[in-house]
Every structure is written in C-alpha cells, then in structure tokens.
C-alpha cells in the first residue's frame, strides 16, 4: 500500500517567490516522523526538515517550513524567497516508530527554479 | 558535522560481476540502512541491519544480496552476479538509537554509490 503520496511530479516557481510542495501520508501508527529530503543532480540526499507526529508546531528551518496538518494526513513542504540552488528533487518520507526500521519514500517533485 | 561515507562514487561493472558496495556510517550510530534506487524512480528500501544482523529486509533484497559489517567502521552491500537491473543509486545510512525515536532521530543519508551495470 503506497504511504507517501506526491501528487506533483514536476513544479516550476519564480525565482524569489514561495513554493508548495505536497505530500500525503497513510499510517494507522500515532508516533511516526516525517521527513523531506533534498536531492540535487549530483544525487546525493539532502536531509531538509523533520515533523514529528506528536509536534503541534509546524517545523521550520530557515526558508523551509513544513505544513503539517496532522487530521488531513498531509505534511507540505514550503519554500520561501526560492533560489536557484532550490533545482532539484524533492522527496517526503516517513518513518513509523513501531517499527523504525525503514523510510517509506514518495516519489518525489522536480522542482525547477526560473531566474 | 559527522557523516556517512560511501565508496565508490561511481561503480561500473560487466553484468554477472559481483560487486561490493562499501560504507562508513556515523561512529556512534547502530542501525545502518541499505536503500536504493532507480534513475528516475523513488528511493526504495533493502534492508536494515543491527547488531550485527539483518533486522528487516524488503522483497529486492534476494539471495543475490548480502551486507555485511566487517570491521567496526564498514558496513557493505554485496551483490553477486548482477544484472542490467541492478543500475541505481545505492544509499546507505545510518542513525543512533535502536527505538526510533520520532522527537530526536533521523536517518542519515551517505552520498550514495552509482552503479552501472553494463
């Protein structure tokens, strides 16, 4: 059963302005966390920001935020102020504390950046 | 900032090869982590690996499979005989506790070994 959903395979935003990036999640589990990971051309995994599921603020880490809306199943990821460096894609992922053995990957949202 | 470490960056190899996969996970972590995956395509998990042990394993991970920590410091993913199929980024990582922990723990990511299979 798929448990990280990202609808956007692609998504293009402006230089400078702000950028959504969804993800839906689907556990029965009350303790998991929910990551989102950066990856470049280059390939490497880029760990961006983390939610935890009993956290009742939004996380955020600079210009990263993470839109969690616990009742929808749905951790968002937001970008401000997008750079050009933002070009890549992006993947949410999610761990269950029961198990805590494994990240369940969506897959992903390419996410290009126009000057 | 401690890190994983993985090498090489890039291996090429003739199909039917063996290959071994090579990684440094954090010192003071336990669990390490096999993922892999497909250009193009979502990071799939292999395998989870504790106390010298594989502790969970998905269905990719067959008997063409095996890891291994054979120091205090590696940890390895060997394939035997691989296949065109095998091509991907293969991932490992590393975290600390062995309960996770939702408030403080997160997996982390070595920069990955592309595999070509020829």
């Known amino acids: ?115 | 900032e401690p890190e994983v470490t993985q090498t090489p960056s890039h291996q090429v190899t003739q199909m039917g090869q063996e290959v071994i996969l090579r990684c440094v996970p954090i010192s003071n972590h336990l669990y390490f982590y096999w993922y892999r995956q497909i250009l193009g395509q979502k990071v799939e998990f292999l395998v989870s690996f504790y106390n010298n042990e594989i502790s969970e394993k998905s269905e990719i991970f067959d008997d063409q499979f095996s890891v291994e920590r054979p120091d205090g410091s590696n940890f390895t993913l060997k394939i035997r005989s691989t296949k065109l199929e095998d091509s991907a980024m293969y991932f490992c990582a590393s975290r600390p506790w062995t309960r996770y922990n939702p408030s403080t723990d997160t997996q982390y990511f070595g920069p990955g070994t592309r595999l070509t299979v020829l």
Do not use: H
Request: with cysteine; hydrophobic share 35%.
């Open chain 1, 1 to 115: 059963a798929q448990k990280i959903t990202q609808t956007q395979p692609g998504m293009f935003v402006q230089e400078k302005e702000a950028v959504t990036l969804d993800c839906t999640y689907d556990t029965s589990d009350q303790s998991y966390g929910l990551f989102w990971y950066k990856q470049p051309s280059s390939g490497e995994m880029i760990f961006l920001i983390y939610q935890g599921s009993y956290d009742e603020q939004n996380a955020t880490e600079g210009r990263y935020s993470l839109n969690f809306q616990k009742a929808r199943k749905s951790a968002n990821l937001v970008i401000s102020a997008s750079q050009l460096g933002d070009s890549a894609m992006y993947f949410c992922a999610m761990i269950l504390s029961n198990t805590g053995n494994q990240f369940y990957f969506g897959t992903g949202t390419s996410l290009t950046v126009i000057p």
